[in-house]
């Protein structure tokens, strides 16, 4: 009998029905991936799940019986636990009291309000050494990695006893070494007889983890069934609704004028040595490497957000002053960040205001703004990159990833930049919008743009780099021509670097 | 409630305040009391309206009551001096500027966050106003300075006409000039307005002098309207400015707020105060009121914004 199973559940908000036909069951001892676009119900099946949401219709057992849950906490005495994408977490309190918070008063002593420390932290060392975590329980929050917080958030979880976990995209925000930490853990609590639901949306993490798979596309199930009886490729096809190689699918060009060239550059401060880099007209130059090589701090140096102690960099051939990132946006360098909402966009703001906010004086006339033009020109933008969305006033912050993604870009765009570093440009947005994140890096290069795409999807940088760099402890250890396969981009991604051929 | 009715919910608020005022009090809608509110809400109006800016950057200014104090007092002994009405004012609004400029400055240069800046400044300006006096108000004011704070130009209040040329430049700043347009970007995601090449910290400070000069302007109007130069003049105002902007809709979260807003929450707390004045409502019972009305506000809005999101 399986642990959990969901039959035809259905869940409208208003007028959208965000779920027509979720199904997915999954037994004890058993990870199963849910996969899905964006907005294709999977958040909404698993809060449903969850207690967070009611669904209107469909049926839920429970180890064979129905339930219906209307809160997390009903759902959680049941021993079901959902270990949350974005990190919950007190930063200033310990790991042990963030394990607890919310719930000291199970702790024995913790009635009348009263904390007592040294049980909490003796209590959660108990459930870490029993998982084989490698964390202090009374070291704060924020001094721990991405991947530290994770396993945080995961004994939060497990801390009473779950027999069902969700975990919603864990390893999103978390480099090779750290998903494979996670990976364990996950493999570890299968072994002792827990049920897993797994959101994803990395291709190449699934078979390392999944026994059954469930694709919901629309809010229906597109397919559900064994890991092994389907390959990759169908999956995508089954969440995007289109074949494979349409989405990488771009056309090579002889690579022009260099218009960005680096020499020699080095951030102490960042651990940034020697780096020597060239950016060429109508080229797309991928950027390989781990977590922490220093790829996110070469185009903060770059960009002018991390002084470089020495070094050059040069703009269509003349040395330029880059101090800030106001003279690397006068230079026409644009920098898409790998996280668009702490320093991409103003999300509380309209769309338009995002769109011209790099260039607010190509709209204004004698000190005033034209914001007839401004309308007129992000609607224009918006239908060159298909943005979803119903005007430009619609406020950014309630655009989907993939649609916030395009409104960063359309503002560089309206920047008329010519130099575009792209930091993880794919990041949590789905399929179908990541197919149009690449159609566009692909015009920006025609138009005669050069590109700097930094990217941990190793299948991207190889479909859609025209050349792949790769940095390894804030240096370069290596370039690739296109079409290089991912081992040789790992092996330099990780091995020593040898002494010669360190220019790119 | 249709979302279109919530947004409109201050607005409102203030139009059934008036007709409810209206029906209670035989004196409320005479042009004698309406002039009176005019007056006595324009001081608060001119700060808010500064207010409004430096909410809108996610900053806050809580050094505005000591910046009128100061200001009304120099102005005020400009007067003394013998200069003109128009010098006078001018060098009462420059005082104002310069404290604003020097907030912005240590704000911007110091990297402090503005409320600990002008926590500090609000001491430092108003204890420079009590030195510069010695503690002791100036008089001796020639009778012309009147004018603003208590005379009429075609039968409209002075006050009322500075308040409307502020105000629309304001709104014109907020909504029509690259300053206003940073401004709101700063104040959503300053990191975002960085990174997108805005020059933030000059901005940031140009705010904070503009609702400096606002709030030099408002104690000049207080100057006049008390025809003396209080060294003590202003004091907790900055209160009222904020809840002002507040009530409007700024969110002090920054990014959000307008001129109408804040022009609308000014007026709710001038007229919640003049009312209860006419319907022999004690002084105590009215701070009990208006801080109630604060709350609900503001409470109002969220629940708005959270219906929006």
Known sequence: ?504 | MSRKLQKFLPFLSLIILFVALSVASPYFLTANNLASVARQTAVFNTMALGMTIVIITGGIDLSVGSILGLAGLGGAMALEAGYPVVIGVLVGVLIGTGCGFLNGLLITRLGIPPFVVTLGTLGVYRGVALIVSNGLPVHKIPAGFSFIGEGNLLGIPVVLWMLVICAVAVHVILEHTRLGRYAFAIGSNRVAAIYAGIPVNFHITAVYAIGGALSGLAGMIEASRLMTGQPTAGQGYELQAIAAVVIGGGSLNGGEGSVVGTLIGAFIMGLLSNGADLLNISNYWQQVIIGSVIILAVTLDEIRKRRAA
């Open chain 1, 1 to 504: 009998m399986p642990l959990l199973e969901l039959t035809n559940i259905q869940k409208r908000f208003g007028g959208v029905t965000a779920l027509r036909d979720g199904n997915l069951s999954v037994s004890a001892g058993e990870v199963h991936l849910l996969l899905g676009e964006n907005g294709a119900g999977k958040s909404t099946l698993m809060k449903n799940v969850a207690g967070i949401v009611e669904r209107d219709s469909g049926r839920m057992l429970w180890n064979g019986s129905e339930v219906f849950l209307r809160t997390p906490s009903q759902a959680a005495a049941m021993g079901i636990a959902m270990v949350n994408q974005e990190s919950l977490l007190a930063p200033h309190l310990s790991v042990a009291e963030n394990i607890f918070l919310g719930r000291e008063d199970r702790t024995g002593p913790g009635r009348f309000g009263w904390v007592d420390r040294r049980v909490i932290a003796s209590k959660a060392r108990d459930l870490i050494t029993q998982y084989g975590f490698p964390l202090d329980p009374e070291s704060p929050v924020s001094r721990l990695s991405p991947a530290g917080r994770q396993m945080v958030e995961i004994c939060r979880a497990i801390h009473h006893g779950s027999s069902l976990l969700i975990f919603d995209e864990p390893t999103s925000s978390l480099s090779d070494t750290e998903t494979e930490q996670v990976f364990r853990i996950v493999r570890d609590l299968k072994a002792r007889g827990m049920g897993i639901i797994y959101i994803t949306h990395r291709m190449n993490e699934l078979r390392a983890i999944g026994d059954a798979v469930t694709v919901l596309r629309d809010g229906e199930t597109a397919h559900t069934g064994r890991l092994a009886e389907i390959g990759t490729d169908r999956l995508i096809q089954h969440m995007v609704g289109r074949e494979v190689a349409q989405i990488y699918e771009r056309e090579h060009l002889e690579p022009g004028e260099v218009l960005l060239e680096v020499r020699d550059l080095c951030v102490q401060r960042s651990n940034l040595q020697g780096i020597s880099l060239t950016l060429r007209r109508g080229e797309i130059t991928g950027m390989a490497g781990l977590i922490g090589a220093g790829r996110t701090e070469l185009c903060r140096a770059i960009f002018g957000v991390d002084t470089p102690d020495s070094g050059e960099v040069m703009v269509q051939g003349k040395p330029a002053r880059i101090r800030s990132p106001r003279d690397a946006v006068s230079a026409g360098i644009a920098l898409v960040t790998e996280d668009r909402q702490i320093s991409g966009l103003a999300l509380r703001l309209p769309i338009g205001y995002n769109v011209t906010l790099a260039n607010v004086e190509r709209i204004s006339r004698m000190g005033f703004l034209d914001l007839k033009e401004e309308s007129r020109a992000s609607s224009e933008l918006g239908k060159r990159m298909s943005l979803k969305s119903s005007s430009p006033s619609q406020l950014a912050g309630t655009l989907s990833g993939g649609n916030q993604q395009k409104v960063v870009i359309a503002k560089w765009l309206f920047r008329q930049s010519s130099i575009f570093l792209f930091d993880e440009p794919t990041r949590g947005i789905d399929i179908g919008a990541k197919a149009e994140v690449f159609e566009l890096m692909g015009e920006l290069a025609r138009n005669g743009a050069a590109i700097l795409m930094v990217s941990s999807e190793l299948t991207e940088l190889q479909h859609v780099a025209d050349r792949v760099v790769v940095m390894r402890q804030g240096r370069i250890s290596g370039v690739l021509p296109r079409g290089c396969s991912q081992e040789q981009m790992m092996k330099l991604a990780v091995m020593e670097p040898t002494m010669t051929g360190s220019a790119a």
